[in-house]
């Protein structure tokens, strides 16, 4: 039996994360999450066509399928994947950030006698009452996506525990470690017999 694929998949599956995390666009980004989709589905596919001869594979894999099609986390991998891949609509969108101006006591006054830009988009402000100014970075996020008449929403859970986040990334993270923990499963049983 042959997991070597899977062990691919897997690795290439990373190296998309890496990717995602050094883009420096929202275009590069987000061919990372869509090729992220692709390769960590194709873990799960490349296990099942190693092993689904085996005598063991029914009960290897019931768990498995259980959960891809109930958690929520699981469950958005492979409907974002199958969004991608049928070029249906996009699973990941831009969040421009900002900032926000507050007075420095809760309750107090804000007083702003200049605000410039510069060509550069560079910030002036020459605060007329003491200020506090928060940076909103920009991010990408998980959006829901459509299969069938059927929306799937990013995950809100995974195994049980609540996901306050729809970074694209700790998505793939967690799904990283849900597969690969599977695929040392597939390894553990199918080849150390």
Not at 96 to 113: L, Q, R
Request: net charge positive.
């Amino acid at each position: 039996m042959d997991l070597v694929p899977s062990r691919k998949e897997l690795n290439r599956a990373k190296r998309c994360i890496e990717r995602m995390r050094s883009a420096t666009s929202y275009d590069e980004y987000d061919e990372a999450w869509s090729d992220f989709l692709s390769r960590i589905e194709n873990v799960f596919s490349r296990i099942k066509v190693a092993a689904e001869t085996h005598k063991k594979y029914p009960s290897f894999s019931s768990r498995t399928n259980h959960l891809r099609a109930t958690d929520s986390l699981l469950v958005y991998l492979k409907q974002a994947r199958n969004s991608v891949h049928h070029g249906i609509a996009d699973t990941s969108k831009y969040v421009t950030g900002g900032f926000g101006i507050n007075p420095v006591a809760p309750g107090g006054s804000v007083h702003i006698k200049s605000l410039t830009f510069d060509k550069n988009g560079n910030i002036n402000i020459i605060a007329g009452s003491p200020i506090k100014v928060n940076v909103i970075p920009s991010s990408v996020e998980a959006i829901p996506c459509r299969n069938r008449g059927v929306t799937y929403n990013p995950p809100d859970s995974h195994l049980g525990k609540a996901l306050k986040t729809k970074s694209p990334i700790d998505i793939a993270v967690l799904g990283i470690e849900f597969y690969e923990s599977y695929l040392a499963e597939a390894e553990n049983i199918f080849l150390k017999q």
